[in-house]
Protein backbone atom coordinates (compact mmCIF):
# COMPACT_ATOMS: atom_id res chain seq x y z
CA UNK A 1 0.00 0.00 0.00
CA UNK A 2 3.05 2.34 -0.19
CA UNK A 3 2.55 5.50 -1.99
CA UNK A 4 -1.36 4.78 -2.50
CA UNK A 5 -2.32 8.64 -3.76
CA UNK A 6 -4.96 10.38 -1.04
CA UNK A 7 -8.36 10.44 -2.10
CA UNK A 8 -8.35 13.93 -3.18
CA UNK A 9 -5.69 13.14 -5.62
CA UNK A 10 -7.30 10.04 -7.23
CA UNK A 11 -10.60 12.58 -7.39
CA UNK A 12 -8.61 15.53 -8.85
CA UNK A 13 -6.59 12.49 -11.20
CA UNK A 14 -11.05 11.34 -12.51
CA UNK A 15 -11.76 12.18 -15.97
CA UNK A 16 -15.54 12.80 -15.68
CA UNK A 17 -18.03 12.45 -18.09
CA UNK A 18 -20.58 15.69 -18.85
CA UNK A 19 -23.10 15.19 -16.61
CA UNK A 20 -25.82 15.07 -19.91
CA UNK A 21 -24.33 12.12 -20.55
CA UNK A 22 -24.86 10.67 -16.86
CA UNK A 23 -28.18 11.66 -17.05
CA UNK A 24 -28.60 9.78 -19.96
CA UNK A 25 -27.88 6.70 -18.16
CA UNK A 26 -30.88 7.29 -16.29
CA UNK A 27 -33.22 8.28 -19.33
CA UNK A 28 -33.08 11.87 -17.44
CA UNK A 29 -32.87 14.18 -20.88
CA UNK A 30 -30.58 17.73 -20.85
CA UNK A 31 -34.16 19.56 -20.69
CA UNK A 32 -34.89 17.78 -17.07
CA UNK A 33 -31.86 19.48 -15.91
CA UNK A 34 -30.55 22.62 -14.86
CA UNK A 35 -26.51 22.18 -14.94
CA UNK A 36 -24.19 23.98 -12.04
CA UNK A 37 -20.92 23.64 -14.72
CA UNK A 38 -20.21 20.52 -16.71
CA UNK A 39 -20.67 18.37 -14.03
CA UNK A 40 -23.20 18.78 -11.33
CA UNK A 41 -27.29 19.54 -12.27
CA UNK A 42 -30.08 19.60 -10.58
CA UNK A 43 -32.90 16.81 -11.81
CA UNK A 44 -36.48 19.39 -12.37
CA UNK A 45 -39.71 18.27 -10.46
CA UNK A 46 -41.02 16.95 -13.37
CA UNK A 47 -39.43 13.93 -13.92
CA UNK A 48 -40.55 12.37 -11.01
CA UNK A 49 -43.58 13.38 -11.77
CA UNK A 50 -44.03 11.90 -15.07
CA UNK A 51 -42.36 8.83 -14.10
CA UNK A 52 -44.28 8.36 -10.89
CA UNK A 53 -46.51 5.20 -12.55
CA UNK A 54 -43.01 3.39 -13.61
CA UNK A 55 -42.31 0.21 -11.52
CA UNK A 56 -40.25 0.72 -8.57
CA UNK A 57 -36.26 -0.46 -8.86
CA UNK A 58 -34.90 -2.79 -6.07
CA UNK A 59 -33.80 -0.46 -3.10
CA UNK A 60 -30.98 -1.53 -1.33
CA UNK A 61 -30.18 0.06 2.22
CA UNK A 62 -26.21 -0.08 3.39
CA UNK A 63 -25.55 0.66 6.81
CA UNK A 64 -23.15 -0.64 9.56
CA UNK A 65 -22.12 -1.99 13.00
CA UNK A 66 -21.08 0.66 15.65
CA UNK A 67 -18.77 2.85 14.31
CA UNK A 68 -15.12 3.06 15.84
CA UNK A 69 -11.73 5.16 15.54
CA UNK A 70 -10.67 2.05 13.08
CA UNK A 71 -13.55 3.65 10.53
CA UNK A 72 -15.92 1.02 8.61
CA UNK A 73 -16.24 2.75 5.21
CA UNK A 74 -20.31 2.89 4.96
CA UNK A 75 -19.99 5.90 1.87
CA UNK A 76 -17.29 3.74 0.39
CA UNK A 77 -19.10 0.94 0.12
CA UNK A 78 -22.37 2.44 -1.34
CA UNK A 79 -20.35 3.88 -4.25
CA UNK A 80 -18.77 0.34 -4.46
CA UNK A 81 -21.30 -1.46 -4.66
CA UNK A 82 -23.38 0.59 -7.05
CA UNK A 83 -20.43 0.74 -9.46
CA UNK A 84 -19.99 -3.29 -8.81
CA UNK A 85 -24.21 -3.68 -9.60
CA UNK A 86 -23.40 -1.88 -13.24
CA UNK A 87 -20.36 -4.36 -13.41
CA UNK A 88 -22.13 -6.97 -13.10
CA UNK A 89 -24.35 -5.77 -15.58
CA UNK A 90 -27.16 -4.51 -13.53
CA UNK A 91 -28.43 -0.85 -14.04
CA UNK A 92 -27.79 1.16 -11.03
CA UNK A 93 -27.39 4.34 -9.48
CA UNK A 94 -26.65 5.51 -5.86
CA UNK A 95 -28.53 8.14 -3.49
CA UNK A 96 -26.19 9.72 -0.84
CA UNK A 97 -26.43 12.77 1.92
CA UNK A 98 -24.67 15.47 0.91
CA UNK A 99 -21.92 16.47 3.59
CA UNK A 100 -22.36 18.83 6.15
CA UNK A 101 -19.23 21.48 6.65
CA UNK A 102 -18.72 20.88 10.50
CA UNK A 103 -17.27 17.13 9.81
CA UNK A 104 -15.28 18.19 6.78
CA UNK A 105 -13.38 21.50 8.76
CA UNK A 106 -13.59 19.10 12.10
CA UNK A 107 -12.32 15.76 12.36
CA UNK A 108 -14.16 13.07 10.52
CA UNK A 109 -13.39 14.43 7.32
CA UNK A 110 -16.22 14.62 4.11
CA UNK A 111 -18.76 11.83 2.85
CA UNK A 112 -17.61 11.59 -0.66
CA UNK A 113 -16.71 8.22 -0.37
CA UNK A 114 -12.63 7.21 -0.51
CA UNK A 115 -10.42 5.69 -2.96
CA UNK A 116 -11.35 4.22 -5.84
CA UNK A 117 -14.83 4.12 -4.57
CA UNK A 118 -16.00 8.05 -4.81
CA UNK A 119 -18.38 10.37 -6.17
CA UNK A 120 -16.73 13.75 -7.97
CA UNK A 121 -16.26 16.34 -8.32
CA UNK A 122 -15.14 15.47 -4.51
CA UNK A 123 -13.77 19.00 -3.76
CA UNK A 124 -17.26 20.73 -4.87
CA UNK A 125 -19.66 17.80 -2.94
CA UNK A 126 -17.55 18.36 0.12
CA UNK A 127 -17.49 22.34 0.16
CA UNK A 128 -20.26 24.62 -1.26
CA UNK A 129 -21.65 21.68 -3.87
CA UNK A 130 -24.94 23.21 -5.30
CA UNK A 131 -25.81 25.76 -2.26
CA UNK A 132 -28.17 23.50 -0.59
CA UNK A 133 -27.24 23.93 2.69
CA UNK A 134 -26.55 27.67 2.53
CA UNK A 135 -30.48 27.74 1.54
CA UNK A 136 -31.32 25.60 4.48
CA UNK A 137 -29.45 27.57 6.92
CA UNK A 138 -30.91 31.07 5.34
CA UNK A 139 -34.52 29.70 5.54
CA UNK A 140 -34.11 28.51 9.05
CA UNK A 141 -32.82 31.63 10.35
CA UNK A 142 -35.11 34.04 8.12
CA UNK A 143 -37.46 32.57 10.63
CA UNK A 144 -35.64 33.11 13.71
CA UNK A 145 -35.28 36.54 12.73
CA UNK A 146 -38.90 36.80 11.72
CA UNK A 147 -39.54 35.50 15.47
CA UNK A 148 -37.43 37.99 17.09
CA UNK A 149 -38.65 41.06 14.92
CA UNK A 150 -42.72 40.03 15.81
CA UNK A 151 -41.16 40.12 19.96
CA UNK A 152 -39.47 43.40 18.69
CA UNK A 153 -42.54 45.08 17.06
CA UNK A 154 -45.33 44.64 19.75
CA UNK A 155 -45.64 41.03 20.02
CA UNK A 156 -48.86 40.65 18.56
CA UNK A 157 -48.99 36.71 19.38
CA UNK A 158 -48.16 37.35 23.23
CA UNK A 159 -45.42 35.34 22.55
CA UNK A 160 -43.27 34.19 25.89
CA UNK A 161 -39.52 35.02 24.92
CA UNK A 162 -38.87 32.90 27.67
CA UNK A 163 -40.89 29.81 25.53
CA UNK A 164 -38.90 30.13 22.73
CA UNK A 165 -37.98 27.02 21.66
CA UNK A 166 -36.36 27.34 17.93
CA UNK A 167 -32.72 28.39 17.85
CA UNK A 168 -30.59 29.39 15.23
CA UNK A 169 -28.07 27.46 13.03
CA UNK A 170 -25.20 27.25 11.22
CA UNK A 171 -23.29 24.59 8.90
CA UNK A 172 -19.89 24.34 11.10
CA UNK A 173 -18.74 23.11 14.41
CA UNK A 174 -18.96 25.92 16.45
CA UNK A 175 -19.08 25.09 20.23
CA UNK A 176 -19.00 29.00 21.59
CA UNK A 177 -22.48 29.74 19.77
CA UNK A 178 -24.34 26.66 21.71
CA UNK A 179 -25.86 29.35 24.35
CA UNK A 180 -26.01 32.97 23.73
CA UNK A 181 -27.76 35.81 24.96
CA UNK A 182 -28.92 37.92 22.32
CA UNK A 183 -30.87 41.45 21.67
CA UNK A 184 -28.52 43.10 24.13
CA UNK A 185 -27.63 47.05 23.87
CA UNK A 186 -30.65 48.53 24.11
CA UNK A 187 -34.10 48.55 23.32
CA UNK A 188 -33.60 49.43 19.31
CA UNK A 189 -31.66 46.02 19.41
CA UNK A 190 -34.23 43.75 20.20
CA UNK A 191 -35.78 41.70 23.21
CA UNK A 192 -32.63 39.86 24.83
CA UNK A 193 -33.84 36.53 25.65
CA UNK A 194 -30.98 33.53 25.70
CA UNK A 195 -30.74 31.97 22.45
CA UNK A 196 -28.03 29.57 20.92
CA UNK A 197 -26.97 27.47 17.65
CA UNK A 198 -27.46 23.94 16.42
CA UNK A 199 -25.45 22.73 13.08
CA UNK A 200 -27.79 23.24 10.36
CA UNK A 201 -27.87 19.37 9.51
CA UNK A 202 -29.69 19.56 12.91
CA UNK A 203 -32.65 22.02 11.70
CA UNK A 204 -36.24 20.72 11.20
CA UNK A 205 -35.68 22.46 7.80
CA UNK A 206 -33.26 20.04 6.85
CA UNK A 207 -35.15 17.09 8.48
CA UNK A 208 -38.15 18.81 6.08
CA UNK A 209 -36.55 19.24 3.04
CA UNK A 210 -35.64 15.37 3.73
CA UNK A 211 -39.21 14.41 3.82
CA UNK A 212 -41.26 16.38 1.87
CA UNK A 213 -42.84 15.15 -1.67
CA UNK A 214 -42.67 18.35 -3.31
CA UNK A 215 -42.18 22.29 -3.01
CA UNK A 216 -45.55 22.34 -1.50
CA UNK A 217 -45.47 19.52 1.01
CA UNK A 218 -42.26 21.41 1.70
CA UNK A 219 -44.28 24.52 2.62
CA UNK A 220 -47.09 22.87 4.35
CA UNK A 221 -44.82 21.27 6.61
CA UNK A 222 -42.49 24.73 7.44
CA UNK A 223 -46.27 26.48 8.32
CA UNK A 224 -46.42 23.41 11.38
CA UNK A 225 -43.10 23.92 12.70
CA UNK A 226 -44.00 25.37 16.55
CA UNK A 227 -41.01 28.27 17.24
CA UNK A 228 -42.27 29.36 20.66
CA UNK A 229 -45.42 29.41 23.22
CA UNK A 230 -47.51 31.86 24.52
CA UNK A 231 -47.78 33.21 28.28
CA UNK A 232 -50.81 31.30 28.13
CA UNK A 233 -48.98 27.58 26.75
CA UNK A 234 -50.61 27.60 23.17
CA UNK A 235 -47.92 26.68 20.39
CA UNK A 236 -47.13 29.50 17.63
CA UNK A 237 -45.50 28.12 14.65
CA UNK A 238 -43.98 29.71 11.61
CA UNK A 239 -47.55 29.75 9.69
CA UNK A 240 -48.33 31.99 12.35
CA UNK A 241 -45.91 34.51 11.89
CA UNK A 242 -46.32 34.29 8.37
CA UNK A 243 -42.59 32.81 7.68
CA UNK A 244 -43.45 29.60 5.86
CA UNK A 245 -44.11 31.21 2.30
CA UNK A 246 -40.41 33.13 1.87
CA UNK A 247 -38.58 29.91 3.75
CA UNK A 248 -40.08 28.16 0.57
CA UNK A 249 -39.19 30.54 -1.91
CA UNK A 250 -35.30 30.08 -0.62
CA UNK A 251 -35.97 26.62 -0.63
CA UNK A 252 -37.58 26.26 -3.92
CA UNK A 253 -33.94 25.36 -5.54
CA UNK A 254 -32.81 23.22 -2.77
CA UNK A 255 -35.43 21.32 -3.21
CA UNK A 256 -34.48 19.40 -6.55
CA UNK A 257 -31.95 16.36 -6.29
CA UNK A 258 -28.85 16.51 -7.39
CA UNK A 259 -26.96 14.57 -9.78
CA UNK A 260 -23.49 14.05 -10.30
CA UNK A 261 -21.01 10.72 -10.67
CA UNK A 262 -18.84 8.07 -9.11
CA UNK A 263 -15.50 7.86 -10.67
CA UNK A 264 -16.71 4.91 -12.84
CA UNK A 265 -19.58 7.05 -14.18
CA UNK A 266 -22.19 5.71 -12.13
CA UNK A 267 -25.22 7.95 -11.71
CA UNK A 268 -25.35 9.57 -8.17
CA UNK A 269 -27.49 11.29 -6.72
CA UNK A 270 -26.78 13.33 -3.46
CA UNK A 271 -29.33 15.25 -1.72
CA UNK A 272 -30.17 16.50 1.97
CA UNK A 273 -27.72 15.69 5.04
CA UNK A 274 -29.40 15.28 8.29
CA UNK A 275 -26.81 13.78 10.56
CA UNK A 276 -28.20 9.95 12.18
CA UNK A 277 -26.92 11.06 15.58
CA UNK A 278 -29.24 13.99 16.19
CA UNK A 279 -31.43 13.51 13.46
CA UNK A 280 -33.01 10.77 10.95
CA UNK A 281 -29.80 10.60 8.93
CA UNK A 282 -31.32 9.74 5.52
CA UNK A 283 -30.84 11.42 2.02
CA UNK A 284 -34.13 13.28 0.66
CA UNK A 285 -37.44 10.88 -0.20
CA UNK A 286 -37.28 12.60 -3.39
CA UNK A 287 -34.01 11.86 -4.80
CA UNK A 288 -34.76 8.34 -3.32
CA UNK A 289 -37.72 8.00 -5.49
CA UNK A 290 -35.93 9.74 -7.96
CA UNK A 291 -33.45 6.85 -8.00
CA UNK A 292 -35.88 3.75 -8.12
CA UNK A 293 -37.96 5.01 -10.77
CA UNK A 294 -34.65 5.30 -13.28
CA UNK A 295 -32.65 2.81 -12.34
CA UNK A 296 -33.26 -1.26 -11.30
CA UNK A 297 -31.34 -1.15 -8.62
CA UNK A 298 -30.83 1.87 -5.85
CA UNK A 299 -28.25 1.76 -3.52
CA UNK A 300 -28.41 4.36 -0.57
CA UNK A 301 -26.89 4.74 2.50
CA UNK A 302 -28.06 5.74 6.25
CA UNK A 303 -25.64 7.01 8.83
CA UNK A 304 -23.68 5.59 11.53
CA UNK A 305 -24.88 2.09 12.52
CA UNK A 306 -27.95 0.51 11.82
CA UNK A 307 -29.22 1.44 15.30
CA UNK A 308 -29.37 5.10 14.86
CA UNK A 309 -29.61 5.73 10.68
CA UNK A 310 -30.81 2.17 9.45
CA UNK A 311 -33.85 2.57 12.36
CA UNK A 312 -34.69 5.87 11.37
CA UNK A 313 -34.44 5.14 7.53
CA UNK A 314 -37.10 1.81 8.22
CA UNK A 315 -39.10 3.54 10.60
CA UNK A 316 -39.68 7.11 9.47
CA UNK A 317 -38.40 7.36 5.98
CA UNK A 318 -39.97 3.81 4.57
CA UNK A 319 -43.10 5.00 6.98
CA UNK A 320 -43.65 8.81 5.37
CA UNK A 321 -42.76 7.57 1.50
CA UNK A 322 -44.56 4.77 1.70
CA UNK A 323 -41.00 3.16 0.92
CA UNK A 324 -40.03 -0.96 1.02
CA UNK A 325 -36.68 -1.96 1.22
CA UNK A 326 -35.47 -5.12 -0.76
CA UNK A 327 -32.14 -5.71 1.14
CA UNK A 328 -29.72 -4.34 3.98
CA UNK A 329 -26.29 -4.29 3.67
CA UNK A 330 -24.28 -4.17 7.21
CA UNK A 331 -20.60 -2.59 6.53
CA UNK A 332 -18.09 -4.06 9.01
CA UNK A 333 -14.49 -4.39 9.25
CA UNK A 334 -12.17 -6.82 10.97
CA UNK A 335 -10.45 -4.07 12.55
CA UNK A 336 -13.41 -2.12 13.89
CA UNK A 337 -14.56 -5.70 15.54
CA UNK A 338 -11.14 -6.16 17.08
CA UNK A 339 -11.65 -2.50 18.48
CA UNK A 340 -14.94 -3.74 19.82
CA UNK A 341 -13.28 -6.75 21.45
CA UNK A 342 -11.39 -4.49 23.41
CA UNK A 343 -7.95 -3.50 21.20
CA UNK A 344 -6.67 -0.46 20.68
CA UNK A 345 -6.16 1.33 17.40
CA UNK A 346 -2.39 0.89 17.30
CA UNK A 347 -2.95 -2.84 18.06
CA UNK A 348 -5.02 -3.57 14.96
CA UNK A 349 -2.10 -4.70 12.84
CA UNK A 350 -1.63 -7.83 14.22
CA UNK A 351 -4.38 -10.96 14.36
CA UNK A 352 -6.38 -11.48 17.20
CA UNK A 353 -8.77 -13.73 17.00
CA UNK A 354 -9.90 -13.95 20.18
CA UNK A 355 -10.55 -9.79 20.09
CA UNK A 356 -12.24 -10.56 17.17
CA UNK A 357 -14.74 -13.43 18.86
CA UNK A 358 -15.10 -10.70 21.25
CA UNK A 359 -16.23 -7.58 19.29
CA UNK A 360 -18.24 -9.82 16.84
CA UNK A 361 -21.30 -9.62 18.96
CA UNK A 362 -21.76 -6.23 17.77
CA UNK A 363 -21.55 -7.03 14.83
CA UNK A 364 -24.20 -9.80 15.42
CA UNK A 365 -26.48 -7.48 17.05
CA UNK A 366 -26.42 -5.11 14.02
CA UNK A 367 -27.78 -8.52 11.72
CA UNK A 368 -30.70 -9.23 14.03
CA UNK A 369 -31.80 -5.71 14.23
CA UNK A 370 -32.19 -5.91 10.12
CA UNK A 371 -33.86 -9.48 10.67
CA UNK A 372 -36.20 -7.72 12.89
CA UNK A 373 -37.81 -5.41 10.22
CA UNK A 374 -37.89 -8.45 7.97
CA UNK A 375 -35.42 -7.73 5.33
CA UNK A 376 -32.76 -10.27 3.72
CA UNK A 377 -29.43 -8.74 4.83
CA UNK A 378 -25.86 -9.20 3.35
CA UNK A 379 -22.46 -8.85 5.83
CA UNK A 380 -20.33 -6.44 3.62
CA UNK A 381 -16.75 -7.10 5.23
CA UNK A 382 -14.65 -3.88 4.38
CA UNK A 383 -10.95 -5.36 4.07
CA UNK A 384 -7.92 -4.16 4.87
CA UNK A 385 -4.34 -5.41 3.94
CA UNK A 386 -3.53 -6.77 7.56
CA UNK A 387 -6.80 -8.96 7.83
CA UNK A 388 -5.77 -12.56 7.76
CA UNK A 389 -7.68 -15.44 6.73
CA UNK A 390 -8.42 -16.84 9.71
CA UNK A 391 -10.08 -13.66 11.22
CA UNK A 392 -12.17 -13.40 7.98
CA UNK A 393 -13.19 -17.00 8.23
CA UNK A 394 -14.31 -16.41 11.78
CA UNK A 395 -16.33 -13.75 10.38
CA UNK A 396 -17.90 -15.74 7.82
CA UNK A 397 -18.90 -18.43 9.93
CA UNK A 398 -21.06 -16.18 12.55
CA UNK A 399 -22.84 -14.54 10.06
CA UNK A 400 -23.50 -18.18 8.49
CA UNK A 401 -24.80 -18.90 12.19
CA UNK A 402 -27.63 -15.48 11.74
CA UNK A 403 -28.78 -16.50 8.23
CA UNK A 404 -26.79 -13.49 6.89
CA UNK A 405 -24.77 -13.74 3.72
CA UNK A 406 -21.44 -12.73 3.45
CA UNK A 407 -18.64 -11.10 0.86
CA UNK A 408 -15.74 -9.58 1.23
CA UNK A 409 -15.83 -5.65 -0.20
CA UNK A 410 -12.24 -4.16 -1.92
CA UNK A 411 -13.65 -1.45 -3.36
CA UNK A 412 -11.66 1.36 -1.73
CA UNK A 413 -9.02 -0.49 -4.30
CA UNK A 414 -10.03 -1.66 -6.64
CA UNK A 415 -13.53 -0.03 -7.67
CA UNK A 416 -16.60 -1.40 -9.13
CA UNK A 417 -14.25 -4.28 -9.84
CA UNK A 418 -13.75 -4.83 -6.04
CA UNK A 419 -17.31 -4.98 -5.90
CA UNK A 420 -18.34 -7.90 -7.73
CA UNK A 421 -19.00 -10.40 -5.14
CA UNK A 422 -21.16 -8.31 -2.92
CA UNK A 423 -23.38 -6.66 -5.78
CA UNK A 424 -23.98 -10.41 -6.88
CA UNK A 425 -24.56 -11.21 -2.84
CA UNK A 426 -27.00 -8.19 -3.18
CA UNK A 427 -28.45 -9.17 -6.13
CA UNK A 428 -29.27 -12.29 -4.52
CA UNK A 429 -30.68 -10.83 -1.51
CA UNK A 430 -33.27 -8.86 -3.26
CA UNK A 431 -34.54 -11.88 -4.53
CA UNK A 432 -35.22 -13.87 -1.50
CA UNK A 433 -38.86 -12.89 0.51
CA UNK A 434 -38.69 -10.14 2.92
CA UNK A 435 -41.78 -9.35 5.04
CA UNK A 436 -40.65 -5.84 5.86
CA UNK A 437 -42.64 -4.72 9.08
CA UNK A 438 -41.66 -1.62 11.62
CA UNK A 439 -40.83 -1.82 15.11
CA UNK A 440 -42.96 0.63 16.25
CA UNK A 441 -46.59 1.14 15.92
CA UNK A 442 -47.20 5.31 15.08
CA UNK A 443 -50.36 5.20 17.49
CA UNK A 444 -48.02 4.17 20.57
CA UNK A 445 -47.47 6.62 23.22
CA UNK A 446 -44.41 8.61 22.91
CA UNK A 447 -42.94 6.96 26.26
CA UNK A 448 -43.69 3.29 24.51
CA UNK A 449 -42.46 4.02 21.00
CA UNK A 450 -38.75 5.49 21.98
CA UNK A 451 -39.01 1.75 24.78
CA UNK A 452 -39.49 -0.32 22.31
CA UNK A 453 -36.77 0.99 20.32
CA UNK A 454 -34.36 0.74 22.85
CA UNK A 455 -35.25 -2.47 23.79
CA UNK A 456 -35.86 -3.77 20.81
CA UNK A 457 -33.13 -1.80 18.57
CA UNK A 458 -30.06 -1.13 21.59
CA UNK A 459 -30.65 -3.82 23.78
CA UNK A 460 -31.61 -1.57 27.05
CA UNK A 461 -33.63 -3.07 29.78
CA UNK A 462 -35.50 0.46 29.71
CA UNK A 463 -35.83 3.79 29.17
CA UNK A 464 -35.64 6.89 32.07
CA UNK A 465 -37.06 10.14 31.87
CA UNK A 466 -35.55 13.46 33.71
CA UNK A 467 -37.98 15.87 34.99
CA UNK A 468 -37.51 17.76 31.59
CA UNK A 469 -37.95 15.35 29.18
CA UNK A 470 -41.81 14.46 31.35
CA UNK A 471 -42.26 18.38 31.00
CA UNK A 472 -41.72 17.81 27.55
CA UNK A 473 -43.95 14.97 26.82
CA UNK A 474 -46.79 16.48 28.43
CA UNK A 475 -46.94 19.85 26.52
CA UNK A 476 -46.72 17.35 23.34
CA UNK A 477 -49.46 15.04 24.77
CA UNK A 478 -51.16 18.47 25.75
CA UNK A 479 -50.95 19.67 21.64
CA UNK A 480 -52.44 16.21 20.65
CA UNK A 481 -49.34 15.08 19.04
CA UNK A 482 -48.63 12.01 20.56
CA UNK A 483 -48.77 10.01 17.60
CA UNK A 484 -45.64 11.34 15.60
CA UNK A 485 -43.19 9.44 15.01
CA UNK A 486 -39.55 9.06 17.04
CA UNK A 487 -36.27 10.26 16.50
CA UNK A 488 -33.81 9.46 18.73
CA UNK A 489 -30.80 11.58 19.54
CA UNK A 490 -28.31 9.18 20.69
CA UNK A 491 -24.31 8.86 20.90
CA UNK A 492 -23.18 6.70 17.78
CA UNK A 493 -20.65 4.90 19.59
CA UNK A 494 -22.41 2.77 21.99
CA UNK A 495 -25.78 1.16 21.78
CA UNK A 496 -26.26 2.93 24.53
CA UNK A 497 -26.19 6.52 25.34
CA UNK A 498 -22.44 5.75 26.95
CA UNK A 499 -19.94 6.39 24.09
CA UNK A 500 -17.42 4.00 26.35
CA UNK A 501 -19.67 1.22 26.22
CA UNK A 502 -18.65 -0.29 22.91
CA UNK A 503 -19.32 -4.30 21.44
CA UNK A 504 -22.95 -5.26 22.55
CA UNK A 505 -23.56 -4.02 26.07
CA UNK A 506 -26.13 -5.59 28.39
CA UNK A 507 -27.64 -4.50 31.69
CA UNK A 508 -27.86 -0.76 30.84
CA UNK A 509 -30.79 1.61 30.40
CA UNK A 510 -31.76 5.06 28.49
CA UNK A 511 -32.17 8.27 29.79
CA UNK A 512 -34.28 10.57 28.10
CA UNK A 513 -33.05 14.28 28.79
CA UNK A 514 -35.24 16.29 26.68
CA UNK A 515 -37.49 16.13 23.41
CA UNK A 516 -38.35 18.08 21.49
CA UNK A 517 -41.37 18.55 19.04
CA UNK A 518 -40.61 18.45 15.14
CA UNK A 519 -44.56 19.03 14.00
CA UNK A 520 -43.38 20.12 10.37
CA UNK A 521 -40.58 17.02 10.04
CA UNK A 522 -43.50 14.64 12.04
CA UNK A 523 -41.31 13.25 14.41
CA UNK A 524 -40.32 13.91 18.19
CA UNK A 525 -36.73 14.08 19.01
CA UNK A 526 -35.83 12.37 22.01
CA UNK A 527 -32.70 13.77 23.19
CA UNK A 528 -30.16 10.98 25.27
CA UNK A 529 -27.03 10.86 27.14
CA UNK A 530 -24.73 13.67 26.57
CA UNK A 531 -25.36 14.24 22.69
CA UNK A 532 -24.95 17.91 21.30
CA UNK A 533 -26.92 19.20 18.54
CA UNK A 534 -24.08 21.79 18.27
CA UNK A 535 -20.69 19.90 17.78
CA UNK A 536 -17.32 21.47 18.70
CA UNK A 537 -13.67 21.28 16.89
CA UNK A 538 -10.86 18.48 18.03
CA UNK A 539 -8.10 19.84 19.28
CA UNK A 540 -6.50 19.59 16.01
CA UNK A 541 -9.34 20.31 13.27
CA UNK A 542 -8.78 19.06 9.73
CA UNK A 543 -9.12 22.63 8.41
CA UNK A 544 -5.49 23.36 10.02
CA UNK A 545 -4.23 20.49 6.72
CA UNK A 546 -6.34 22.17 3.72
CA UNK A 547 -5.17 24.69 1.49
CA UNK A 548 -5.88 26.12 -2.23
CA UNK A 549 -2.61 27.32 -4.32
CA UNK A 550 -2.79 30.27 -7.06
CA UNK A 551 -4.12 28.14 -9.24
CA UNK A 552 -7.50 27.15 -7.14
CA UNK A 553 -6.26 23.29 -6.43
CA UNK A 554 -7.07 22.17 -2.90
CA UNK A 555 -4.99 19.93 -0.72
CA UNK A 556 -5.91 18.43 2.11
CA UNK A 557 -9.48 18.04 2.10
CA UNK A 558 -10.57 14.06 2.78
Not at 122 to 130: G, K, P, R, S, V
Not at 291 to 315: H, P, Q, R, S, W
Not at 496 to 517: M, N, Q, Y
Amino acid sequence: MANVPSDIEIAQAARPQPIVEIAKKLGITEDELECYGKYKAKVVPEVLREREKKPDGKLVLVTAITPTPAGEGKTTTSVGLADGLNKIGKRACVALREPSLGPSFGVKGGAAGGGYAQVIPMEDINLHFTGDLHAITTAHNLCAAMLDNHLQQGNELNIDPRRVVFRRVMDLNERALRNIVIGLGGKANGVPRENGFDITVASEVMAILCLSMDLMDLKERFKKMVLAYTYDGKPVTAGDIGAAGAMAALMKDAIKPNLVQTLEGTPAFIHGGPFANIAHGCNSVQATRLGLKTADYLVTEAGFGADLGAEKFLDIKCRVAGLKPDAVVVVATVRALKMHGGRSKKELGTEDLKALEAGIPNLQKHIENVQKFGLPVVVAINRFPLDTEAELALVEAKCKELGASFALSEVWEKGGEGGRELAQKVVEACEKPSHFKFIYDAKMSPKDKMGAIAREIYGAEGVDFTPQAEKDLQVIHDLGKDDLLVCMAKTQYSFSDDATKVGRPSGFRITVREVRLSAGAGFLVAVTGEIMTMPGLPKKPAALSIDVDEHGKITGLF
